[in-house]
């Protein structure tokens, strides 16, 4: 898990029913976080397809995991469909 300071839960815990946004527990450490902590890079992919929020905390451990796994998988463009024929 990242050094990231972590702020405290309750606070965010409480913007987050204030402005109506989900709070969600985290896949990897289990602590919820709110969807206006959520940033792109803070996913864990489970599939090609599928990824799911993780919290700020567990950020790089969701990106490292996804390095292993081989996701998000880059498909080469389609070289033929570029040429005009």
Known sequence: ???????PRLLHRAYSWIRGKHWIPCPLCKKGFGEHEWLAEHELWITERDVVAVCPRCGDDARQRNRDAGYPLQKAPDREADVDG
């Open 1 to 7: 898990m990242s050094a990231m300071p972590y702020r």
